[in-house]
């Protein structure tokens, strides 16, 4: 497969852009990873493909949301390019993202082209609303390896009214099942709980994870949503969620998580096959063992969710800079990674981009 014609425009960075980070130390560079000064080590990239979206959840996008110019955007190639340089520093999961990925018109040739320079494990995250087995076909022979889907109400009216969109849970379950049967399993279902909203189908979302091939996991709700609508009494607690689970379906805690997963892992007691998983952010931050940078449609590095800064890759991808640039670029970004999110910290703000521009 080619990417030729796939190459960044010429486009220079918008005034107001920082262009790149400040040097790491020499040392750093010379061990040829992403490190950051904290001791932590890159082994996860996202790159959020684009920020466009067909649904507008009511915990992420306002309808209203501004997306970036088209001009601004990097190119197929380009994510290839950096998925391949990042690999050389170490990277071993790539995780395709938005927005909503499916809706970049090139998104096969940025998955083949990963799986053609690396070895990486190619991951993608969906709201499951286009999904059909040809498509995930062509993705499983270009590549990918597996699919999480999001999906945070069984109920249509209710699934509707989150969404923003004609969407339904009817239409998700089969994109799930799809994944399954076309070997993109396990699939991972990514539910946001909110207080009020759906918090009351806890149970009723982790039964999904009885059906084969089906991880279910539930993500706290972070102050990351276009509406600045987060607030402290609306987010639900993994704690919380797992209790309310239990009420239901006694769980056992899994030995063996990954320290720099996101999620811990419970079993159901009863023995029925299926793991449950809880992303718990907010009330248990897991920044200590963060492993993971991200990548803009828009081309710029985010060390860290929360960044409040931001680096612009744009200009080195599009004026011929060599692979060794850009390695260093990405190792000087990660440099400065912060410590944690400090979301319960009197200082902590909100950054202005929001969970979609960023990549999730
Ligand atoms: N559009 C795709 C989707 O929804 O799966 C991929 C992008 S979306 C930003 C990735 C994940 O982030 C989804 O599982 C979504 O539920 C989650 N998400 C979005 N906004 C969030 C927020 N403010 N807090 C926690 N999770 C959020
Ligand atoms: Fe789109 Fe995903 Fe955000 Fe929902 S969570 S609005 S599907 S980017």
């Known amino acids: ?92 999961k790539i995780r395709l993202t938005g927005g ?14 990963i799986r053609i320079h690396t070895a990486c494990e190619i991951a993608i995250t969906t709201n499951g609303a286009t999904l059909d087995r040809p498509s995930l076909r062509a993705w499983k022979a270009a590549g990918l390896d597996r699919v999480t889907i999001s999906l945070d109400s069984l109920r249509t009216e209710r699934f509707t009214r989150i969404t923003r969109s004609n969407g339904t849970p009817a239409r998700v379950l089969a994109a799930i099942d799809d994944c399954v049967a076309e070997g993109l399993g396990p699939v991972k279902v990514n539910a946001v709980l909110v207080r009020g909203v759906n918090d009351d189908e806890a149970a009723d979302l982790a039964a999904l994870a009885r059906r084969p091939g089906v991880e279910m996991r539930f993500i706290e709700w972070m102050p990351l949503d276009s509406g600045h609508a987060w607030e402290p009494d609306r987010w639900v ?14 769980l056992v805690p899994l030995a063996g998580d990954d320290p720099s ?40 590095v985010r060390p860290c969710l929360f960044s409040t800064r ?41 950054p202005d981009r929001p969970m979609s521009a960023i990549g999730g």
């Open 1 to 92: 497969m080619t990417l030729q014609g796939l190459a960044l425009p010429q486009v220079p960075a918008p005034a107001g852009r920082r262009a790149g980070p400040p040097s790491a130390p020499a040392s750093v560079h010379a061990a040829g990873r992403m490190l950051d000064s904290h001791g932590r080590a890159i082994r996860d990239l996202r790159l959020s493909l684009t920020d466009r979206c067909n649904f507008r959840c009511t915990y992420c996008m306002e309808p209203d949301v501004r997306f970036a110019a088209p001009e601004s955007l990097l190119q197929a190639g380009d994510f290839v390019r950096v998925a391949r340089v990042a690999a050389g520093l170490g990277v071993t």
């Open 100 to 113: 909503e990925p499916t809706l970049h018109p090139h998104l096969l040739q940025v998955i083949a082209g």
């Open 237 to 250: 607690s993994a704690a919380e969620t797992r209790a309310a689970i239990e009420r239901r379906f006694p």
């Open 261 to 300: 997963s996101t999620a811990r892992t419970f079993a159901f007691a009863d023995g029925t096959p299926g793991r449950v998983g809880f992303v718990a952010p907010v009330s248990s931050p897991f920044c200590g063992a963060c492993s993971r940078l991200r990548i803009t449609a828009d081309g710029m």
């Open 310 to 350: 931001e680096f612009d890759l744009r200009p080195l991808l599009g004026h011929g800079a060599s692979d060794s640039a850009v390695a260093r670029f990405l190792v000087d970004a990660t440099w400065t990674k912060q410590a944690g999110h400090g979301i319960h910290t009197p200082e902590f703000r909100q």
